[in-house]
């Protein structure tokens, strides 16, 4: 499972979408007229069963459970509630039972997929970790975890196969070495997104780093923040390359520079994907890092007392500011939570800097940081251990992951480079990986994940793989970004893919086969585009899974023969007839 939503796909077979040329599609909030479970307007009475839960025992207490008791009596010994809700406060999920394909996701109740072992979540919040730390990831990988980790895209690990009885040690290894996995899934705020290089890039603008330790020690783990209506997303940044996908967070700060205040903060809420995708908006608020901390928690705050409780799938940052609006909300924000105005301030603009922070580059001390891929996140432990040898190896102790699955080892001297380069490529860990390899993201897809349709992982790696080999030939201007996601929730983010691939039941041939639905053009602001948009679909526009690698190198060969002049493959796909996209 990946950074995942916990909303289950419905139908196998989604309906089609239809021809889709929007930067951004309508998200209608709930109807007016009802309670829609506003604690700020309907009072906290729970107004679905999940809400219940929540109100019944405190989702954080279930921790004391697992150490008292099941851990000690094993999986069949846990309560339905904490089982299904309280433990994601843990970073918990069950992961998927072996053996059930793909057609049948729709058709079982969630105690018939589930196996009796958990996928857990380490809250990681962009931070930089030790050698030291990485290790004793890798050790609970090989140990508890049947030597599986993935770098998920929110900068986390992710373990597999972890059995409750062993939860009590793997949380004692991990906070004696300062990691946690508290509210890294539920209806929290979730581990946030920050710039892999804060604090070393050379054209940083700002350096984020303050503002997501003062966040990370004052808020996280407060209960107070423990019970929101869904899930609540931060990005923070202050590289000029906007590596933190801020369009597709709840609340975002971006470095910019106003003329007369300095370096800050854009702020920018809203923003989330899933099966109704919606980009963020600028509220034209400008943050001084002073200031950074406390907006965060009035925003969070806002999304605690007016979020729609009533509906789960109504229950995002989303629905009330397609509600409210962005000068409304900020409106609330001053008024009733901050008690004063924020400046006016500049929109972030990107520069020609590479976001995925992937190669060799020197950092503002004269040292350098060293960005490599081990292939859509999946990394394991004995890998990871691997990873923090090399690192004390070349002088190192700080390793940090990225939100394109990736890892950057810090604070290389010169002489130290090409000795930790040849490490990472020996163990796979490509630190020039050819184009596909570079910009293909998958979620965790079939093999753990309760949701999931289709198998995501292995295939995109493969694929991948024959995709720079048959395309070698081809002179592409810039990696073209392919994600692969198992269901229709977006953990793997295919609306803003250059090619995004939403996994379903499909017919072919009068048979029912994994495949996916096409979703072209999309992507989010960098050099090459000035504003983000969702990628289009093509009615009735389907592939079989086995049949990806031929789709993805005959669209590609038809964008570069029918470019226009310094076209990007969005605008491409934008205009291009549909028939020139199957």
């Excluded at 509600?323 to 009733?336: H, I, N, S, T």
Aim: glycine residues 8%.
């Amino acid at each position: 499972m990946s950074e995942t939503s916990v909303t289950a796909p419905s139908p196998t077979t989604q309906p089609d979408e239809g021809a889709q040329r929007t930067s951004q599609r309508p998200v209608r909030p709930p109807r007016a007229g009802r309670s829609n479970g506003q604690w700020a307007v309907d009072g906290r009475a729970p107004l679905n069963p999940n809400e219940t839960v929540k109100q019944l025992s405190p989702p954080l207490e279930v921790r004391q459970r697992v150490e008292e008791r099941y851990a000690l009596e094993g999986f069949d010994s846990i309560d339905p509630d904490d089982l299904h809700v309280r433990l994601r406060w843990w970073g918990l999920y069950t992961q998927r039972k072996p053996g059930i394909d793909g057609g049948r996701t729709a058709q079982l109740d969630v105690t018939e997929l589930e196996d009796s072992y958990f996928m857990q979540r380490v809250r990681i919040d962009g931070a930089v970790l030790s050698a030291e730390q990485v290790e004793v990831l890798g050790e609970i990988s090989t140990t508890f975890g049947r030597d599986t980790a993935d770098i998920t895209d929110r900068q986390n690990i992710q373990f597999h196969w972890i059995r409750v009885e062993d939860l009590p040690e793997i949380w004692r290894r991990l906070e004696e070495v300062g990691l946690s996995t508290i509210v890294s899934a539920g209806d929290t705020p979730r581990a946030f997104l920050l710039s892999p290089v804060a604090g070393i890039a050379a054209d940083e603008i700002i350096d984020p780093t303050p503002v997501a330790e003062a966040i990370r020690r004052t808020y996280i783990g407060d209960p107070e923040l423990a019970n929101l209506p869904r899930k609540f997303k931060t990005a923070i940044t202050g590289h000029p390359s906007l590596d933190i996908v801020h369009e597709i967070n709840d609340i975002s700060l971006v470095g910019v520079v106003h003329p007369e205040l300095g370096p800050g903060y854009d702020l920018w809420v809203g923003g989330a994907l899933s099966t109704a995708p919606r980009l963020g908006e600028r509220l034209g608020a400008f943050v001084t890092p002073e200031q950074a901390a406390e907006v965060w928690y009035a925003t969070i705050r806002i999304f605690r007392d007016y979020g729609y409780r009533r509906l789960r799938a109504k229950a995002r940052m989303k629905f009330l500011l397609a509600e409210w609006g962005p000068q409304r909300f900020r409106q609330v924000l001053q008024d009733e939570y901050l008690g004063y105005e924020l400046a006016d301030g500049p929109a972030p603009r990107s520069t020609a800097a590479r976001a995925d922070h992937l190669g060799v580059h020197e950092q503002k001390d004269g040292r350098f940081f060293i960005g490599a891929s081990p292939g859509v996140g999946r990394i394991g432990g004995k890998r990871l251990s691997a990873v923090a040898r090399l690192a004390r190896s070349a002088g190192s102790d700080r390793i940090r992951f990225t939100p394109l699955q990736n890892l950057l080892i810090l604070d290389v001297e010169k002489d130290e480079v090409d000795e930790l380069v040849a490490g990472l490529e020996a163990l796979d860990l490509q630190v020039t990986p050819r184009p596909f390899r570079r910009a293909t993201l998958a979620c965790t897809g079939i093999e753990f994940c309760k949701f999931a349709i289709v198998e995501t992982k292995d295939l995109a790696s493969r694929v991948a793989a024959e995709l720079d080999e048959r395309l070698a030939d081809l002179d592409l201007d810039r990696p073209l970004s392919l994600n692969v996601n198992g269901c229709p929730n977006s953990c793997a983010r295919i609306q803003i893919a250059d090619i995004g691939l939403k996994g379903q039941i499909i017919t072919v041939d009068g048979k029912r086969v994994p495949g996916f639905q096409v979703h072209l053009g999309g992507g989010l602001a960098d050099s090459g585009r000035e504003e983000a948009g969702l990628g289009r679909t093509v009615r009735g526009l389907k592939v079989p899974a086995d049949g990806v690698a031929d789709y993805v190198e005959r669209i590609t060969r038809r964008f570069v023969a029918a470019r226009h002049d310094g076209e990007t493959f969005a605008q491409w796909a934008h205009r291009a007839d549909e028939e020139e996209l199957v």
